[in-house]
T-cell receptor, first 113, second 115 residues
Framework: AQSVTQLGSHVSVSEGALVLLRCNYSSSVPPYLFWYVQYPNQGLQLLLKYTSAATLVKGINGFEAEFKKSETSFHLTKPSAHMSDAAEYFCAVYNNAGNMLTFGGGTRLMVKP | EAGVAQSPRYKIIEKRQSVAFWCNPISGHATLYWYQQILGQGPKLLIQFQNNGVVDDSQLPKDRFSAERLKGVDSTLKIQPAKLEDSAVYLC?????????????FGEGSRLTVL
C-alpha cells in the first residue's frame, strides 16, 4: 500500500525565511505525488504535482518540490515566506490502481512577522 | 467553471441524531469522493464513486454512514445515528476520468460538530 509521512506537524518560520516542509513516501511503483494547501475554513487547493516528468516541480505562490527517489522524499520549499503562506499543507500520493489520493497527516505552517 | 459545491457548511447536532451532507461535483467529472478530516489529521477517504457506482467504501463505517450518487452527478452522505467521534469536516472532491493524473478538486467542506 502506498503512504506518505509528513515530518513535523507544526513548522514556524519568520517572514522572509526559507520554508521547508518534509514529506516521505512509500510506494512499490513509481508514485504520483501532490502537495495541497488548506487555508482556514476552506477546502484543499492543489499547490503542485509530480507525475514522473521533471523531478523539480514548480507550483503556485512560489512553492516548489523536488522528487528524490533515492531518499523517497518530496519536500516542499519556498525561498522566502510570506504572512499569507500561513496554512496547513498536505502531502499526498496517488494510488493509480484505485484512482484515489492518500494523504499525510499535514503540517501547519506559521509565519512570524 | 464552477467548483465543487457542498452544503451545509456547518452543522451542529446532538449525538444519536442524524445529518446529511450534499455535494455537487464539477460538471463532467465522473469520479466523486467523500473524505473525512478530523481536526489535526489529514483527510481520510470514506467512499469513492465512479459515475453512480461505488468503487471503494472499505473505510466507510457502514453501520452508521451511508452515501449515494443515484444519477451519477450529485451525492449525499448521511450519518445516522451520529457519535461524538464523527465530529469532523466532510470534504467532497471530484476528478475527471479514472486513470488520470490524480488531481482532485475539493469543495470547501461541511463541518460537523456532534455534542
Amino acid at each position: 500500500a502506498q503512504s506518505v509521512t509528513q515530518l513535523g506537524s507544526h513548522v514556524s518560520v519568520s517572514e522572509g525565511a526559507l520554508v521547508l516542509l518534509r514529506c516521505n513516501y512509500s510506494s512499490s511503483v513509481p508514485p504520483y505525488l501532490f502537495w495541497y494547501v488548506q487555508y482556514p475554513n476552506q477546502g484543499l487547493q492543489l499547490l503542485l504535482k509530480y507525475t514522473s516528468a521533471a523531478t523539480l516541480v514548480k507550483g503556485i505562490n512560489g512553492f516548489e518540490a523536488e522528487f528524490k527517489k533515492s531518499e523517497t522524499s518530496f519536500h516542499l520549499t519556498k525561498p522566502s515566506a510570506h504572512m499569507s503562506d500561513a496554512a496547513e499543507y498536505f502531502c499526498a500520493v496517488y494510488n493509480n490502481a484505485g484512482n484515489m489520493l492518500t494523504f499525510g497527516g499535514g503540517t501547519r505552517l506559521m509565519v512570524k512577522p | 467553471e464552477a467548483g465543487v459545491a457542498q452544503s451545509p457548511r456547518y452543522k451542529i447536532i446532538e449525538k444519536r441524531q442524524s445529518v446529511a451532507f450534499w455535494c455537487n461535483p464539477i460538471s463532467g467529472h465522473a469520479t466523486l469522493y467523500w473524505y473525512q478530516q478530523i481536526l489535526g489529521q489529514g483527510p481520510k477517504l470514506l467512499i469513492q464513486f465512479q459515475n453512480n457506482g461505488v468503487v471503494d467504501d472499505s473505510q466507510l463505517p457502514k453501520d452508521r454512514f451511508s452515501a449515494e450518487r443515484l444519477k451519477g452527478v450529485d451525492s449525499t452522505l448521511k450519518i445516522q445515528p451520529a457519535k461524538l467521534e464523527d465530529s469532523a469536516v466532510y470534504l467532497c472532491a471530484s476528478s475527471a476520468l479514472a486513470g488520470g493524473s490524480g488531481e482532485l478538486f475539493f469543495g470547501e467542506g461541511s463541518r460537523l460538530t456532534v455534542l
